[in-house]
C-alpha cells in the first residue's frame, strides 16, 4: 500500500498525556496561531523577548488523532493547546486547508500500516495549506506561498512544522482540494507506469480499482501516452464516470468475471496489470499477462473486509498469494513487481516526479478529481465512504471547524480538549486533556 517518504524530522520535547499523541515522526505537531496573532516562530522573523509576552504565545490547533486500533471511533478529534513552534533551519510552518484521505490510512486504523507509529498519533500522509513562517536557510519558500505538502504521518491536523524541501508549489488555479489529493495516488500511479511498467504506445493495461484515487491517477497518465487500451474495475454504477475519464473497456467485478471479460476482447491478454488487491488477483493478474508483460502488486485491499481487523481475510489472502520461482518466471517471460511508496527512501526521485506531475496538471493533462470533503468532525463518514468504496475519486478532509447551520452528514466525532500549557506539566495527566465535545453515539 502505497505510503509517503519524507523522512521522520525531528520535533521539540512536550509533555505526554494519555489521550494526547507523542509529536508524528515527519510533521511536527505545531499550533495552530491565535485569532491576530502575527508573532513569528524563532527561526523565522526576530522573536520578542520578555517573559510576559512568551507567556501569551500559546497557539491552538485541531487535529485527528489515532487513540488506538479498531473501527472508526479510534480516530477522535482533539484541541490542543502548546507553545508557539520554534523553526529549525530549513522548516517552514504550514497553515493546512485541505489533508488527503489514503487506504493506507484504513490499514493504519486496524494496525496493518507498518510504517505507522503507535498509537497515540495523528495520521495524513498528504495536504496542502498556506505558508505562514519560515526558518532560517529557506530560500525557495516564502510566508503567502500556497503549497502542497508531503509527509510519512502527522498531517491532519490544522498547523504542521515541515522541511521545506517536502513542500511543492501549486498552480494557481489549483484549489487546495486538489493540491492535497494529488501527491500520494499521482506518486504511486506514475511511479508504478512509468519507472515500472515502462509504459509505452500500443500497450495495455488492467487497472483493479478504476474509480479509487490511484485508478482515475493511472488512468489519466494513461492517457498522455498514446494509444494505450485500460480496462478498469469497478461496480457497475461508476462505469460511465471512468468511460469518460478514459477507461476503454469498463468491467463490473461484482456481477462478472473479469479475467473471462479480458479475454474475450483481448485474448492474448495485457501488457501490465496494477494489482491492490492481492491475494487470488494476484494470480489472476499473473495469468493475464502478455509475454514480457509487467505484474504490478502495490496493495492488499482484499484484507480489509469491516471497519475492524479480520484475521480470516488475512489469513486468506495470505495463502492466496502469488508464489513462484525464479525458473517460473524465466520459462513465462513474465515480471512481477512490488511497490510501496512509503519505502521509497529516494527523495529526489519521489521530488522529481512531483514537478513533473505538476507540469502535466498545468497543461491539463492531467485533473484529480475530487469525490467528497468531509470536515474533521466527520472523518468517520470519510472513513466509511472510502472503505465501502463508494468513492468516485479523491476524498478529502477538511481543518477547518464545520460551521454550525451546515447540516451533518452523520453524528460528528468527538473533540478532545489537550492543554499543553506550562502549567499543566505540574498537573496529573488526567488533567492534562478534556473532552470538550461529548461523544454521540
Not at 511536527?28 to 523565522?44: K, L, T
Not at 514480457?292 to 492466496?320: E, P, R, S
Request: a negative charge.
Amino acid at each position: 500500500m502505497s505510503g509517503e517518504e519524507a523522512p521522520t524530522q525531528q520535533q521539540p520535547e512536550q509533555e505526554k498525556t494519555p489521550d494526547e499523541p507523542p509529536p508524528p515522526p515527519a510533521a511536527a505537531d505545531a499550533p495552530q496561531q491565535e485569532s491576530g496573532s502575527s508573532s513569528s516562530p524563532a527561526g523565522g522573523a526576530a522573536a520578542g523577548g520578555g517573559e510576559e509576552e512568551k507567556k501569551k504565545a500559546v497557539l491552538s490547533c485541531r487535529a485527528l488523532v489515532l487513540t488506538g486500533h479498531g473501527g472508526y471511533d479510534k480516530v477522535k478529534l482533539q484541541v490542543k493547546t502548546q507553545s508557539e513552534p520554534q523553526l529549525k533551519a530549513g522548516e517552514v510552518l504550514v497553515r493546512v486547508k485541505a489533508c488527503g484521505l489514503n487506504f493506507a490510512e484504513l490499514l493504519g486504523r486496524q494496525g496493518l500500516y507498518e510504517l505507522l507509529p503507535a498509537p497515540p498519533v495523528i495520521m495524513g500522509m498528504e495536504g496542502s495549506g498556506v505558508i505562514e513562517a519560515v526558518g532560517e536557510d529557506v530560500k525557495e519558500r516564502k510566508v503567502g506561498d500556497r503549497v502542497i505538502v508531503m509527509s510519512r504521518s502527522g498531517l491532519w491536523q490544522e498547523v504542521v512544522v515541515v522541511s521545506a524541501y517536502h513542500t511543492f508549489p501549486m498552480p494557481e488555479q489549483m484549489s487546495f482540494e486538489e493540491g492535497a489529493a494529488l501527491p500520494v495516488n499521482y506518486v504511486t500511479a506514475y511511479l508504478m507506469l512509468f519507472e515500472m511498467g515502462n509504459v509505452r504506445p500500443g500497450k495495455s493495461v488492467l487497472i483493479h480499482m478504476a474509480a479509487g484515487g490511484v485508478g482515475i491517477a493511472a488512468t489519466q497518465l494513461c492517457q498522455t501516452v498514446q494509444d494505450v487500451t485500460v480496462f478498469g474495475t469497478a461496480s457497475a454504477s461508476k462505469h460511465e464516470t471512468i468511460t469518460q475519464g478514459g477507461v476503454t473497456h469498463p468491467i463490473d467485478y461484482r456481477t462478472k468475471d473479469y479475467v473471462e471479460e479480458i479475454r474475450k476482447i483481448s485474448p492474448k491478454g495485457v501488457d501490465i496489470v496494477l494489482d491492490p488487491l492481492g491475494g487470488v488477483d494476484s494470480q489472476k493478474g499473473f495469468s493475464l499477462l502478455k509475454p514480457l508483460g509487467t505484474l504490478i502488486v502495490f496493495g492488499a485491499a482484499n484484507c480489509v473486509t469491516g471497519q475492524k481487523k479480520n484475521l480470516l481475510a488475512i489469513a486468506k489472502t495470505w495463502y492466496n498469494q502469488l508464489s513462484l520461482s525464479t525458473m517460473k518466471l524465466m520459462q513465462a517471460n513474465k515480471a512481477v513487481c512490488g511497490f510501496h511508496l512509503g519505502y521509497i527512501a529516494d527523495e529526489e526521485l519521489v521530488s522529481r516526479t512531483m514537478f513533473k506531475l505538476l507540469e502535466l496538471y498545468g497543461q491539463g493533462k492531467i485533473k484529480p478529481r475530487i469525490d467528497s470533503c468531509f470536515h474533521f468532525e466527520e472523518v468517520a463518514d470519510a472513513m466509511r465512504r472510502m472503505h465501502e468504496r463508494q468513492n468516485i475519486g479523491k476524498v478529502i478532509l477538511l481543518p477547518e471547524a464545520k460551521k454550525v447551520e451546515e447540516k451533518p452528514k452523520s453524528d460528528p466525532e468527538p473533540v478532545e480538549n489537550v492543554e499543553k500549557t506550562e502549567a499543566a506539566g505540574s498537573e496529573k495527566k488526567e488533567e492534562a486533556t478534556e473532552e470538550v465535545k461529548a461523544e454521540k453515539d
